[in-house]
Structure formats: C-alpha cells, structure tokens
C-alpha cells in the first residue's frame, strides 16, 4: 500500500457521514475512516469537505446527533446517512455517493436527498495532493426538498509535521462552494485542518464558510470498523449557534468488489 493510501485510510472522507438535524441542510457531513496499519496516527478533518473520496468497495453508516437544531434552543436530534466509494481518485477518478437522511425526529427515511463526489490525485509521492468537485441536493425529498441543489471544489494536501523523533500526519483543505453564507444564499470559501496526534486521537479546527468548528475523532483498537467523532460547531459563537455534535461511523471495507 503507497504513503499516500495509508493517509487517505486515516482521513476524514466527509461529504455526507452523517450531519446531525437541521445542520444537514446547512454543512456537509463529517466521519472518519479507520487508519490502516500503516497509517500510524489517527488522521481526521471535520465539519468540510476534503477533496477525497471512500476507496472502492468500502461501504459506511454514520449516525449524528446535535443540541441546538435550528441553532437555537436545546433542541436535540439526529441523522443519518449511508454510502459507499466507487473507482480509484488514485490511478483514475473515485467517486463516493452518499444519502442523507435529514431529520430523526419523525418518521424515519421521510426527509433527505443525495449528494455525490468526485475526486482525483493530482500530485502523487510523500505530500499528495487531491482534488475533488461534489454536489449536494440531489433526489431531495420531504422537508429536505427545501435543501439548496450547491457546488464545491476543493483541494488536499497532505504532509508530516516533525516534532522531536515522532512524525504527525497533516491534511489541509481548501476550497470553494456555492450557497455557503448568508443563511445558504450566498458562495464563500472554506478551509480547515486536522492533524493526527495517536494511534486513536485526531483532531481539526474547519472554516466553514460563516463558522469556525473544532473537532476531535476516536479510533478504537477493539473496534477498527467504527469510530466516534465530537464538534463544537460555531465554536466562536459568531452567529449565536454555537452547540455540540457527536457522530458514530461504521465502515465495511470491501462490501463489493466489482
């Protein structure tokens, strides 16, 4: 397996695992893959998209709950999304496709939409870099159908950071999207970055286009297919919404083959 792999194995793959409540028709999802043997540290990024996708065959459940649905109030409630990666962004183009279930709070499955992503390596050795283009807002339906149909591109980098004897993986994103600002009307940029501190422990700060998110996922060794991420998003409470989110990934490597 290649360096670059082996991140990608530890990278957060956003774009659709699970976004609590309302957040999902206003972000993207969050959720983390679990790191291969050779991806030594736990490398995540939360609250964007990066410009990767699920690798071929792997297959992944999230389930997210938030306070503070429509940012304000105490308000708790959940989603969900399933999906699965498609093709190889390494040596061709991946693709990674997602549905969202918007709203856990009533009957299940009534509300959500599909959202789909593109990506290729661009720049392959020890620092790859990937770029990708998603949309979000497909298929939409039930309360979901108010979701905006909006556009990202995105570029990530990623690269060591030396401290002492030890090596800390590195991801940044950067990218640009449409329906990010003034309450989903408006195009902005988003950037963020995470960094891979243990085996277990990642953790990422994310612009989000109005916010500033920090976040922190878990791998655990007894349990490689599934690992727990927590967000305080608005975290400067710039809005007024700051509130807490907490998400549980599950992967299936190798679900299909073909």
Not at 187 to 216: K, Q, Y
Request: no cysteine; aromatic share 8%.
């Amino acid at each position: 397996m290649s360096r670059a792999r082996a991140l990608l194995a530890g990278l957060a793959v956003a774009a659709g695992l699970a976004v609590p409540g309302a957040r999902a028709q206003e972000a993207v999802g969050i959720g983390s893959l679990p790191p291969a043997p050779q991806a030594a540290k736990n490398l995540t990024l939360l609250s964007i998209p990066s410009a990767t996708v699920a690798p071929h065959g792997l297959g992944f459940a999230s389930l997210g709950l938030t306070s503070k649905r429509g940012g304000t109030g105490n308000d708790w409630d959940g989603s969900m999304s399933l999906g699965a990666g498609l093709g190889d962004a390494e040596r061709a183009v991946g693709l990674q496709v997602t549905a969202n279930i918007t709203s856990l709070s009533s009957n299940f499955g009534d509300s959500g939409y599909f959202e789909a992503k593109l990506a290729r390596l661009v720049v392959p050795g020890d620092s790859p870099l990937y770029l990708a283009a998603q949309v979000e807002g497909l298929a939409r339906w039930g309360d979901a159908s108010t979701v905006p149909q909006r556009g990202r591109i995105m570029g990530t980098w990623f690269t060591d950071l030396s401290a002492g004897n030890d090596l800390f993986p590195l991801m940044v994103t950067v990218g640009y999207g449409s329906h990010l600002r003034n309450g989903s009307t408006d195009p902005g940029v988003f950037a963020g970055a995470g960094i891979g501190l243990t085996r277990n422990l990642g953790v990422s700060a994310a612009w989000t286009g109005e916010t500033m998110d920090l976040g922190a996922a878990w791998r655990f060794d007894g349990a490689p297919g599934m690992t727990v991420s927590a967000e305080i998003n608005d975290a400067t409470d710039r809005l007024g919404s700051r509130r807490f989110s907490i998400t549980f990934s599950f992967f299936r490597p190798n679900l299909f083959r073909s």
